[in-house]
């Protein structure tokens, strides 16, 4: 079956980077994109961005383009997003998820989230 | 606040039908884009309830049916059980974004 795990919590001071990794398992890894998307304590889902695990091809947020990078690592099926220069409101779970390409894509399967803290 | 309007709770006793609203514009919903809705339970991760409109991925109940029309899309659960009570967004593409794909507002349903 389809899973994807995630690396684990993580506390980063103001200013700091962080990378948090996915790990697919159960399908062909290149056959499909990754999308993050994360959710701050107690809102809504936001998506981050997108990455085509065939040829890394991205596609961001305007509101993060600058500051997060997306990359694939094929030959061991996992997927990394970068966000730096963190500020307090990138507190908050962050997600991967299999992209399934329509337009809009759709989410059909999840990691189980990644804690990121930002506090000084 | 996304671009995509949802009531941020709705209500049933067990049994009961509820419906859930996603309300859009011309330039998401209404420019004929697919909406999808997803359910999350409490303190887990967002899970694939409807795609393209009306589609449901393998193991979801029938209970669960999606329609658009217009600028809106609208999911709704029949026989409501307690393990619904969940929040529930629904997602689109909207073409005056720069983040393109859209989560709505989110709608916790409480089973009464």
């Known amino acids: 079956q389809v899973q994807l795990v995630q690396s684990g919590a993580e506390v980063k001071k103001p200013g700091a980077s962080v990378k948090v990794s996915c790990k697919a398992s159960g399908y062909t890894f290149t056959t499909y994109g990754i999308s993050w998307v994360r959710q701050a304590p107690g809102q809504g889902l936001e998506w981050m961005g997108w990455i085509s695990a065939y040829n890394g091809n991205t596609n961001f947020a305007q509101k993060l383009q600058g500051r997060v990078t997306m990359t694939t690592d094929t030959s061991t099926s996992t997927a990394y997003m970068e966000l730096r220069s963190l500020r307090s409101d990138d507190t908050a779970v962050y997600y991967c998820a299999r992209s399934v390409e329509l337009l809009p894509p759709y989410f059909d399967s999840w990691g189980q989230g990644t804690l990121v803290t930002v506090s000084s | 606040q996304s671009v995509l309007t949802q009531p941020p709770s709705v209500s049933g006793a067990p049994g009961q039908r509820v419906t859930i609203s996603c309300t859009g514009s011309?330039?998401?919903?209404?420019?004929?884009?697919?909406v999808h809705w997803y359910q999350q339970l409490p303190g887990t991760a967002p899970k694939l309830l409807i795609y393209g409109n009306s589609n449901r991925p393998s193991g979801v109940p029938d209970r669960f049916s999606g329609s658009k029309s217009g600028t809106s899309a609208s999911l709704a659960i029949t026989g409501l059980q307690a393990e619904d009570e969940a929040d529930y967004y629904c997602q689109s593409y909207d073409s005056s974004l720069s983040a393109h794909y859209v989560f709505g507002t989110g709608t916790k349903v409480t089973v009464l």
């Open positions: 011309s330039s998401n919903i209404g420019a004929g884009y697919d």
